[in-house]
């Protein structure tokens, strides 16, 4: 028998040999005429071998508590009786989420990040158009309920711009004020009508559609629609020729530039 | 199909917060528009009725021209063309006048209503008491 060279060695397939899971992968190795790769190596490849029970983790209100160690039994340095942690910490413990769950894992503390940043802005965004709206608070004893909480304070604020923009002037953005929303109604060709009763202006275009921006009225109707009250602007949008007006739209407030 | 107190109250509403409106758009906002005749003539007879009351006024808008006002024979002829100009479109659910097709619209100067300071002083007070839009479904 010939033996492989090495780079022969590295692309022979096993073949039937990788098949034969009552094999240990020591023998089929030997059986495709390699050598062994010794019992910790060949532990290694076993996929229960991955994931133990018992593998130990650093004790809760430690540093990094929960994280999963080496065991301390496995080379030279680590039977002195201290615990290593396996993983590189990198500043885990300055995440604010470790210091409440202190078992997050790696994972869990980005995903958890990845939710807070989307709640964040998708209320801050809610919020300038709404000022008075907020959340329904979440409470949670787990980091994966947190992570939950923050996704569906995240949607539900994503709903509430919906449902704040649902009569808005397509393809418009929400956060723009009344400069920027003036200036993009000229770009699409819309042309000023003139004053409305109520301080306002009226603009059409010659497709048929109307947009109306008014100043907040300084009354407020118990029936008022609080949308006009939010902010100091804000419009009423009809689609085309004749058809009815949507509801009305907040305009954000943007500081005033000097 | 709603009474002309009923279209009143609503005309009033809807005027509110602009003080003027497009003819045939105010139609189709203070009703449900099914294309029954008799809609527009009801819409016709309540605007005759709150001119004669000093309520309304009517104008003419249009893009090139912006603004301009009617005296009370040209308002009172215009309001008069309603019912026989206008045509409902099923597509939209809506009726339109026929004499200014379109697109390009707004072109020519088109109908709009205009409250008076006594018909703004009446809408401000069926807005105080019912509200917006009181006819519409809520969302």
Redesign the interface.
């Known amino acids: 028998m010939i033996a492989p060279s090495d780079s022969a060695s590295r692309s022979r397939p096993l073949g039937a040999s990788e098949a034969a899971s009552f094999l240990t992968s020591d023998e089929k190795r030997a059986a495709a005429g390699y050598d062994a790769l010794g019992g910790r190596l060949a532990e290694r490849e076993s996929p229960s071998a991955k994931y133990t029970d018992d593998q130990p983790r650093v004790p809760a209100g430690q540093s990094g508590g929960g994280q999963w160690t080496d065991g301390g039994g496995g080379g030279s340095g680590s039977n002195d009786g201290r615990v290593r942690v396996a993983q590189a910490r990198g500043g885990r413990d300055r995440s604010p989420i470790l210091a409440r769950f202190p078992g997050a894992t790696p994972a869990q503390e980005a995903r958890w990040a990845v939710s807070d940043a989307w709640a964040r802005d998708a209320i801050a965004r809610a919020r300038r158009l709404d000022p008075n709206w907020r959340p329904t608070p979440e409470f949670s004893q787990t980091i994966e309920g947190e992570i939950r909480a923050n996704e569906a304070q995240a949607r539900e604020a994503e709903a509430r711009l919906q449902e704040l923009h ?1 009569d808005a002037i397509p393809n418009t953005n929400p956060d723009w004020g009344v400069n920027r929303l003036t200036k993009e109604l000229y770009d699409r060709g819309f ?4 004053p ?3 301080p ?1 202006l ?1 603009y ?5 559609a ?1 947009v ?1 921006i ?1 100043e907040r009225p300084r009354q407020r ?5 609080d949308q006009k009250h939010y902010n100091s602007f804000y419009y ?1 949008y ?1 689609p ?6 949507g ?1 009305h739209i907040t305009i954000p407030d943007k500081p005033q530039k000097d | 199909m709603i009474d002309s107190t009923e279209m009143k109250k609503r005309i009033f509403a809807a005027l509110e917060e602009a003080g003027n409106e497009h003819a045939d758009a105010l139609l189709n906002t203070v009703i449900d528009p099914t294309g029954d005749p008799t809609e527009p003539a009801m819409f016709e007879r309540c605007l005759r009725e709150l001119f004669a009351d000093g309520l309304i006024v009517m104008g003419t808008v249009c893009i090139p021209r912006g603004r301009e006002s009617l005296t009370d024979e040209e308002g009172l002829a215009e309001i008069g063309k309603i019912s026989a100009h206008y045509k409902f479109h099923p597509s939209d659910g809506i009726w339109l006048d026929s004499r200014f097709g379109g697109p390009p619209y707004y072109q020519t100067p088109e109908p709009e209503v205009i409250l008076t300071d006594a018909g703004f002083e009446k809408s401000v007070s069926v807005v105080e008491k019912i509200g917006h839009n009181w006819w519409r479904p809520k969302r």
């Open positions: 649902r042309s000023l009508d003139g409305t009763r109520a306002g009226q059409e275009n010659s497709s048929g109307t109306r008014m109707y118990r029936t008022d629609s009423r009809r085309g020729k004749g058809k009815p007006e509801s």
